[in-house]
């Protein structure tokens, strides 16, 4: 029945939605590009200095990068790396959020006036400035590797998962069903886990669609100030940066992964901002 | 008085060209020039505190003096503060005679005294380049006694990390060399006039020197801004923050990335090259598997195709293929060593071998071997060699070094004129430490015997046989003959190279009125 229903909202809700299907189809668009990379691109990491900061042309569509490697090559393997990196640091970071947060709100008492406070400490530093410094001492300690960063994002980007859920569970909790659910004798974990948190996770899809876009955009910011995913491993920030020393003479090399950059995060807001509309309706009549 | 038609037309022509010259005068732009001159610099001069720390380059060479000099076109020390020298038991002993009447930039002379107390600043702190001892033998004769019969006792008293003399007045307590920096007092043709920790630092002509050299300063400020960030001193220099960067090469980084000179030209600044014995190479971790074999040393060598290295860099430097250091260095043309790109014998080579994968690390800080890094991991791929590229931040990657966890790494020999001596030791002679290159009996037999010869013949043949040795063994696999460079605003003027630094004494800015 779950199953009907839900295949129902997407057919009937989601792909009605403009902004849905806009987004969605530029999400698949690039996720395309980055699964069938290996097919379509050749190998991004060969080198050839006789096609050195070539602009772009039928053999290298982007254009090629300071060491002769071809642009398309490198953004559509890089479409790999971050989508990879954003989904891992999404979803790790909901299932933590959530947990904290369910827990939090449900429980209510000292329990949740720690982990409020904790929220209320993460919320107050900047979270790209957090992200910084997390990495540059990881950096230190470990070097810097892709689960470096993922770890760093992951850090600070629970907080808004834990705070939105709590806020859900909070108005849940008082629900006719959690209380019917409670005086037949149900287990605490039972009712978060079978009506609880079912019932809170269409804001939290929204948020984590709407996460995603931050988080590519995190992650490009720190591969930008060379604090994340090092070369030679494509991915979009880094190539950025290696290509701003050349803006005047190779202009090709920043506007292709910036673009890139640009169009999955638009893909991922405009498909939240769809979801937000159809779930929210959804909400209201149920 | 009647006015003639003749007097009419002459008073006319005379008027009309007073007023035409006058007006050509007026158009004419008027040259002036700037007061002040500001270099972008990566490192703070460490103008306080300890006095063996102060930064290699500009306090170095622009406030101290030394007693003498290298020059490598000769491969002789040559005099400086110091007028001539007699070398004794053996050349443990050098006893120097200084120069009479060159004085500080405070107006006290400069003498044996502070000779003794700028070198015992060094020997107290048992410091790399630091002698056994000083002693003053009258007022303009100090005698230098050292450990080791060797010509690098000559280079220890000019190397870019000993010191140039310094006034005892420079540390508080005066005169004690276990004392704090306050003030450093040179003979140099600048003196400190303020210093902000980290942020900048103003010099200005010390008009003692120009005295004694006869010379004018054009400026009137020296500036010294402390930008750390490669890129971003790119960025001051093109805003116009800064007139003038410079490189502190003392070590292989803090330099105006290479890849960015052609930029930089092309957009009207002014690259000065010049060209220095350092090379970059690919060291080896050659005490362990697989490049403790020196076939696989080889297949590295082979693999490389050091054309394409130069070209990152538009060919701003040299492709390293006729030997481990550039061919002015002292022997380097005659021991006639040539590295080939010979694809088909490094494919023959690894194909016997079982190689499993191989760490290859790089410093991220920098931009350039971040470049040549990846361009070698593709070369040595192509061969067959499963190598993986660990881009590392600095700290990581000096531990990784120190702990020996790496097969290959970006490095280099060399460096500029005056510490080519020093890295012979540094890089090839006991005692095991994290910066050696390659050691093995024959290569550091070789490199010893040059640094045992004061004779510059023998030595030259010398060199020869331990540039062969080291070839023959694969100790390193060169890749690029490296350079000095400043890269200046248009409207600077009179910045030149003496002993692979770059001197300002002469340095002006013109400004347009």
């Known amino acids: 029945m779950e199953f009907a229903f839900a295949s129902e909202v997407f057919r009937s809700r989601i792909f009605k939605n403009n902004l849905c299907t806009i987004g969605f189809g530029i999400i698949l668009f690039i996720a395309m590009l980055g699964l069938l990379a290996p097919v379509i691109a050749d190998d991004p990491y060969k080198t050839n200095l006789a096609e050195r900061l070539k602009p772009p042309s039928l053999e290298h569509p982007f254009g090629t990068d300071q060491l002769g490697r071809d642009l398309f090559s490198r953004v559509v393997h890089g479409a790999r790396t971050s989508l990879f990196v954003a989904m891992t640091i999404s979803l790790i970071s909901m299932a933590i959020g959530c947990l904290i947060g369910a827990v939090s709100g449900y429980f209510g008492g000292i329990i949740d006036d720690i982990i409020g406070r904790i929220i209320d400490v993460f919320l107050a530093i900047p979270e790209l400035v957090f992200n910084i410094a997390l990495v540059g001492i990881f950096c230190v300690a470990y070097g810097v590797s892709t689960w470096n960063v993922i770890l760093a994002v992951v850090i600070t980007n629970w907080v808004s998962y834990a705070r939105i859920t709590r806020g859900i569970v909070l108005s849940l909790k008082e629900k006719e069903f959690v209380l019917c659910a409670k005086a037949i004798g149900a287990r605490d974990s039972y009712i978060l886990l079978r009506h609880v948190i079912p019932n809170a996770i269409g804001p939290i899809i929204v948020l984590a669609t709407l996460n995603m876009g931050n988080v590519i955009m995190t992650i490009a910011s720190l591969g930008f100030l060379g604090l994340g995913i090092q070369p030679p491993t494509p991915e979009w920030g880094q190539i950025l940066n290696s290509g701003k020393n050349y803006i005047t003479t190779a202009p090709w090399i920043t506007f292709f992964p910036g673009l890139f950059i640009a169009l999955s995060v638009l893909g991922f807001n405009l498909l939240g901002e769809g979801l937000r509309d159809v779930l929210e309706k959804r909400t209201l009549e149920y | ?513």
């Open chain 2, 1 to 513: 008085m009647r006015l003639t038609r003749r007097d009419f037309v002459k008073f006319t022509g005379i008027g009309i060209s007073t007023f035409l010259g006058m007006s050509l005068l007026g158009c004419t732009k008027k040259e002036t020039f700037k007061d002040t001159l500001v270099i972008g610099y990566a490192d703070d001069l460490k103008l306080r505190g300890d006095p063996a720390k102060i930064d290699r380059s500009i306090p170095k060479f622009c406030v101290l003096e030394r007693l003498i000099e290298y020059d490598l076109s000769s491969d002789d020390f040559v005099p400086s503060l110091a007028k001539k020298w007699e070398i004794e038991n053996d050349g443990k002993r050098i006893v120097f005679e200084l120069r009479k009447g060159i004085l500080f930039s405070d107006g006290t002379e400069m003498d044996a005294n502070a000779v003794k107390f700028t070198y015992d600043i060094l020997v107290v702190r048992k410091h790399s380049v630091a002698p056994k001892s000083v002693e003053v033998i009258d007022d303009y004769t100090v005698a230098f006694n050292f450990d080791e019969a060797w010509v690098l006792n000559f280079a220890k008293l000019q190397d870019v990390h000993g010191l140039g003399v310094m006034s005892p007045k420079s540390v508080e307590p005066e005169g004690d060399p276990n004392g704090t920096l306050v003030n450093l007092i040179g003979t140099g043709p600048f003196k400190v006039v303020e210093y902000v920790e980290n942020q900048y630092t103003v010099l200005e002509p010390n008009r003692y020197w120009f005295e004694r050299t006869g010379l004018e300063p054009k400026i009137k400020k020296l500036i010294v801004k402390v930008i750390p960030d490669e890129d971003t001193r790119v960025l001051a220099l093109r805003s116009g923050e800064v007139d003038v960067l410079i490189d502190n090469y003392h070590g292989g980084y803090d330099y105006t990335p290479r890849n960015q000179l052609s930029a930089l030209k092309r957009d009207g600044f002014k690259v000065l090259t010049k060209n220095i014995p350092y090379t970059w190479i690919v060291a080896f971790n050659y005490k362990k598997e697989p490049f403790n074999d020196v076939e696989m040393r080889w297949a590295v060598n082979y693999a490389i195709n050091r054309d394409e290295i130069a070209k990152i860099f538009d060919e701003w430097v040299r492709p390293a293929w006729d030997g481990m250091f550039p061919p002015e260095a002292p022997g380097m043309a005659e021991a006639n060593v040539r590295y080939e790109y010979y694809l088909e014998k490094a494919r023959d080579i690894v194909s016997g071998k079982d190689v499993g994968e191989i760490k290859f690390i790089v410093d991220n800080s920098q931009s350039d071997q971040v470049l040549v890094a990846q361009l070698v991991q593709q070369q040595l791929k192509d061969v067959g060699l499963n190598v993986k590229l660990e881009t590392l931040e600095r700290g990581v990657y000096r531990d990784r070094v120190r702990s020996g966890d790496y097969d290959l790494r970006i490095y280099y020999i060399g460096g500029s004129e005056r510490t080519f001596y020093m890295r012979i030791f540094w890089r090839f002679l006991p005692p095991e430490k994290p910066w050696k290159v390659y050691m093995s009996d024959n290569v550091t037999e070789k490199a010893m015997a040059v640094v045992k010869e004061f004779d510059k013949t023998k030595r030259r043949q010398k060199f020869v046989e331990f540039y062969k040795a080291l070839y023959e063994e694969a100790g390193v696999a060169p890749l690029y003959y490296e350079v000095v460079a400043v890269v200046e605003k248009p409207n600077v003027e009179g910045v030149k190279f003496e002993y692979s630094e770059p001197r300002f004494y002469s340095a002006y800015v013109r400004a347009y009125a």
